[in-house]
């Protein structure tokens, strides 16, 4: 089972990771451009308001996989 949550660590953090990068990737895709697209208050208003939802996950996720590394704490009782 040892080898399980390290594994399962490794692939939280990770996701945590992709989650930041395709926050990053959805910025690049609506930022402002000559051509037309978003005006850049609404593109700083749009990266702020999905920061909250792609940064919420990647902290989950990075909070569960540091309890995955610590691994089960025996009940005593």
């Given at each position: 089972?040892?080898?399980?949550?390290?594994?399962?660590?490794?692939?939280?953090?990770?996701?945590?990771?992709?989650?930041?990068?395709?926050?990053?990737?959805?910025?690049?895709?609506?930022?402002?451009?000559?051509?037309?697209?978003?005006?850049?208050?609404?593109?700083?208003?749009?990266?702020?308001?999905?920061?909250?939802?792609?940064?919420?996950?990647?902290?989950?996720?990075?909070?569960?996989?540091?309890?995955?590394?610590?691994?089960?704490i025996p009940i005593?009782?």
């Open positions: 089972m040892q080898n399980f949550e390290k594994l399962a660590a490794l692939g939280a953090q990770g996701a945590a990771g992709g989650l930041i990068a395709a926050w990053l990737g959805f910025g690049w895709f609506i930022r402002p451009v000559s051509s037309g697209g978003m005006d850049s208050t609404l593109h700083l208003v749009a990266m702020a308001s999905t920061f909250v939802v792609f940064g919420w996950l990647a902290l989950a996720h990075v909070w569960f996989g540091a309890q995955l590394k610590r691994g089960a005593e009782g």
